[in-house]
């Protein structure tokens, strides 16, 4: 299990890849994850589709994680969800044998303005499967959660969700390791003492920081700014400067002695054989 993994105070480097839409085919996800997996990962983890599309997908692509020899992690979302819907959800996983669950809240129904169900909340989620045997994963935001208006109130939230029952969490991206370091030091002040993993964006290109910045608001340092405005328009270029921005942030944070990072690796193979060859020596 992760928690295990993460125990062991080694360096670990792990991947996040995402299912295919319920009408895509599988193989090019399948072509993903083998090559991903031969870069042994601590683990992969699977998201549960954008705005909960190919949820159905996700126990799948899981499994065949599991299958390449890499532990799995699926995410779960439960918003809007029933008790029955998760176990049913948590039943596929198991036959999948996926024994790690990163618990979220998800996305809420753009038509809707009560969320409706049994779980409104990612804490709702982790206290029904506490106790279960599974190893539970949390999101955690160091630049606080978009519709969380204090950071004080969001690391509240997070400690409520890790006494529920969380084993580590994982953050959303950032760009610069002093936010996280920052943030990092308030978790621990506060009592939030599981792992944490340092999630990891390499961008590679102009049009996906605008997505990123849309969606999270996320901060970017004046010299993430300079590489975008200089790189952005040349795809060559810019794919080699954010394979480098990213790792030297990678080597920082080992440096630092943050011992597990989290590559959102957009199902690109590639990017993530160039950083691992990158950082080989540093995570042997």
């Given amino acids: ?26 193989g090019p996800v399948r072509e993903a994850v083998s090559r991903l997996a031969l870069q042994k990962p601590s683990f992969m983890s699977v998201t549960y589709g954008a705005s909960g599309n190919a949820q159905a997908n996700t126990a799948a692509i899981a499994g065949f994680v599991q299958q390449c020899g890499v532990p799995a992690l699926a995410h779960l979302t439960c918003v809007s969800a029933t008790r029955e819907g998760i176990k049913r959800e948590i039943s596929l996983l198991r036959a999948a044998g996926v024994e790690n669950v990163l618990c979220l809240r998800g996305d809420q129904p753009k038509d809707a303005t009560v969320v409706s169900g049994e779980f409104a909340h990612a ?3 982790v206290r029904v499967l506490a106790g279960s045997g599974l190893c539970l994963g949390g999101a955690c935001y160091p630049e606080c959660h978009p ?12 400690r409520e969700k890790v006494e529920a029952g969380l084993d580590f969490v994982t953050t959303q991206m950032f760009f610069d390791n002093n936010i996280f370091y920052r943030y990092l030091a308030k978790l621990r002040d506060r009592g939030v003492t599981v792992p944490v993993i340092a999630g ?9 920081i605008a997505r990123i910045c849309k969606l999270s608001g996320t901060f970017l340092p004046s010299r993430f700014k300079a590489i975008v405005d200089r790189y952005g328009d040349n795809p060559t270029a810019m794919l080699d ?13 080992f440096a630092n002695g943050v011992n ?18 990158n950082i080989r020596g540093i995570i042997a």
């Avoid at 928690?3 to 599988?26: K, Q, Y």
């Avoid at 990891?200 to 996906?208: F, H, L, S």
């Fill in 147 to 158: 519709d969380c208006e204090h950071i004080e109130d969001d690391i509240a939230h997070l």
């Fill in 200 to 208: 990891i964006m390499p961008v590679t290109n102009g049009r996906q």
């Fill in 1 to 26: 299990m992760i928690r295990d993994i993460l125990a062991r105070g080694r360096p670990s480097v792990s991947f996040e890849v995402f299912p295919p839409r319920a009408d895509a085919p599988f």
């Fill in 241 to 253: 400067a954010g394979i480098a921005y990213a790792t030297a942030q990678i080597v920082d944070l």
């Fill in 123 to 125: 804490v709702d989620l």
């Fill in 260 to 277: 597990a990072v989290h590559i959102y690796t957009m199902n690109r193979p590639e990017v993530a054989e160039r950083i691992m060859a």
